[in-house]
């Protein structure tokens, strides 16, 4: 769709909605004196059927149709929200394919990071789930990742991804759907493996369970609708509004580091920025015990400034033009 089109029906919209507004206000000297509100609300129409990770589900009943009605208007309407999940999936997304692609696990998975911490790799929930994928401490080291006061790697981007892919193969080798595997990352395997089994369930989608992991499935299934199809949901996005990947050097450290601080002026950033990029490094300060060894990421100059290089778009959907 071109730029000339898009602006033609912004034009005829806002023309038609103000034309609208004239003509209530001339109904009546009384509403002249109350505040109109300059804004249309749409309900967004639900489809019947949904695809998510290869499989098909009919939403046509009331109680699947409703809640992903709830889901999609709520994601619709909430604008800076949404819109801030586009700009921070623009810089993760394409650390978090290429992994779930090696794993075995479907693409469409990536939208379970995205509704777990609104991809914000520093999101800590009061339950303290950390990262991009809510991880707690517990599953985390579970799945391989450390978690102490000094390095709390559910902070890092593709340890953390990995991790949450061990779980979700295991889910899916327990009940041999992705949908319930996903419902399951919210409620846990006992939870949904016991719940299917008193209330004589196939799907986790069909089962009562508590309000958040009622939700859970419909809201991936909502934010991957709009996600696929933005400007249809009233997102008009141009590159320039998504946030740049990154780009990094590494450093291999094999041996204790006494200040962070003084490490980051060693390699030319700041504190700041060593722990935005970095933020599993948990102290001021970082042990390095015998034998061990940690990948520390430095952005590259030309990383830390807008205007320097065009921003790359990592799904053209996203764009309206």
């Known amino acids: 769709m071109s730029r000339q ?7 005829f919209y806002t023309g038609l909605f103000l034309l609208t507004m004239q003509s209530v206000r001339a109904t009546s000297a009384k509403e002249d004196k109350q505040p109109m509100v300059l804004a249309m609300s749409k309900p967004v129409p639900v489809p019947l059927k949904i695809e998510f990770a290869s ?4 939403v046509s009943r009331y109680d699947l149709y409703e809640r992903l009605d709830r889901e999609l208007n709520a994601f619709t309407y909430t604008h800076s929200t949404t819109m801030l999940l586009f700009k921070r999936a623009n810089r993760y997304f394409p650390i978090i394919e290429p992994i779930l692609k090696a794993n075995g696990i479907p ?16 999101a800590v929930s009061p339950a303290k789930a950390a990262g991009l994928w809510q991880l707690m401490p517990a599953t985390a080291t ?8 000094e390095v709390d790697e559910r902070f890092a981007v ?5 991790a949450a892919c061990k779980y979700l193969k295991m889910a899916y080798a327990r009940y041999g759907s992705w949908i319930n595997a996903a419902v399951s990352y919210n409620a846990g395997m006992g939870r949904i493996s016991s719940e299917l089994s008193s209330q004589q369930g196939e799907m986790a989608t069909d089962l009562w369970l508590v309000e958040e992991s009622h939700r859970y499935f419909f809201r991936m299934a909502a934010i991957k609708l709009i996600f696929e199809s933005p400007f249809a949901y009233g997102y008009v996005l141009t590159a320039d509004n998504l946030y740049k990947p990154m780009k990094f050097r590494e450093v291999i450290v094999e041996s204790s580091i006494a200040s962070l601080t003084d490490f980051a002026k060693q390699q030319g950033i700041s504190y700041a920025d060593l722990k935005e990029f970095n933020s599993w490094l948990r102290d001021r300060k970082l042990t390095v015990p015998v034998g061990k060894r940690y990948v520390v990421k430095i952005p590259t100059a030309e990383s830390l400034r807008y205007g ?14």
């Open 107 to 122: 693409d469409d998975f990536k939208y379970l990071a995205v509704i777990e911490s609104s991809l914000n790799v520093r």
């Open 55 to 58: 499989e098909t589900m009919d």
């Open 142 to 149: 579970e799945y391989g990742l450390e978690v102490s006061s």
């Open 158 to 162: 593709e340890k953390s991804t990995e």
């Open 5 to 11: 089109t898009i602006d033609y029906k912004i034009l």
């Open 308 to 321: 320097a290089e065009k921003v790359q778009v990592h799904d053209k959907r996203w764009i309206a033009y």
